[in-house]
Nanobody, 120 residues
């Protein structure tokens, strides 16, 4: 079994910064891509950023230049540094990981979500 635990959400004023973390634990052999998604009330979940095991990253147009995704493979952890936050960034943020378990099977896992609220 594998668990993803997120932290770092909270309330911040527009223009401020937050750093989200997500750590995977359990029967992990390796982790391929790691992603951050977000879902605002009444909206569909959207992909915010993705990073490969080798460190290549890609971002939604709405966050390019403001958010940075990174990872520490030794800690099975992915981060999302969010700068210049806007009220429209308010959402529940979820991490997702493509995990190769110790049995060499590949599964997608999700964290429980962490709330980010940006006040104007």
């Amino acid at each position: 079994q594998v668990q993803l635990v997120e932290s770092g959400g909270g309330l911040v004023q527009a223009g401020g910064s937050l750093r989200l973390s997500c750590t995977a634990s359990g029967s992990i052999f390796s982790i391929n891509a790691m992603r951050w998604y977000r879902q605002a009330p009444g909206k569909q979940r959207e992909l915010v950023a993705v990073i490969t095991r080798g460190g290549m990253s890609n971002y939604a147009d709405s966050v390019k230049g403001r958010f940075t995704i990174s990872r520490d493979n030794t800690k099975n952890t992915v981060y999302l540094q969010m700068n210049s936050l806007l009220p429209e960034d308010t959402a529940a943020y979820y991490c997702n990981a493509e995990v190769i378990n110790t049995g060499r099977s590949i599964y997608d896992y999700w964290g429980q979500g962490t709330q980010v609220t940006v006040s104007s």
